[in-house]
């Protein structure tokens, strides 16, 4: 089993920036890739950047490329999502998610989640 915990969420102004973790425990040893998904009210959960463990191989969902990085610290076994030029409709909640195969978009099940740190974004 993993356990993921993520933290960092909280309230912002359009224009700012948040930074996003998530530290993973237990058997991080057959993690492959990590991930961060969010899901806005109503809304369906959408992929929005992922991490190859072996590589640091990064990959962005649309909405999000040019203002999100995610990043990793391999010691400490933490996922960082940086959101900067925050917008209102970047308001979710934010889901971690690690996988023993790579995460992209089309994954929809990946073996463990967190349990979601909110942002909201005031216009």
């Known amino acids: 089993q993993v356990q993921l915990v993520e933290s960092g969420g909280g309230l912002v102004q359009a224009g700012g920036s948040l930074r996003l973790s998530c530290a993973a425990s237990g058997r991080t040893f057959n993690v492959h890739s990590m991930a961060w998904f969010r899901q806005a009210p109503g809304k369906e959960r959408d992929f929005v950047a992922t991490?190859?463990?072996?590589?640091?191989?990064?990959y962005y969902g649309d909405s999000v490329k040019g203002r999100f990085t995610i990043a990793r610290d391999e010691a400490k076994n933490t996922v960082y999502l940086q959101m900067n030029s925050l917008k209102p409709e970047d308001t979710a909640v934010y889901y971690c998610a690690a996988d023993s195969r790579l995460i992209t978009k089309a994954t929809t099940r990946p073996d463990y989640w967190g349990q979601g740190t909110r942002v909201a974004v005031s216009s």
């Open positions: 991490i190859r463990w072996i590589d640091d191989i990064t």
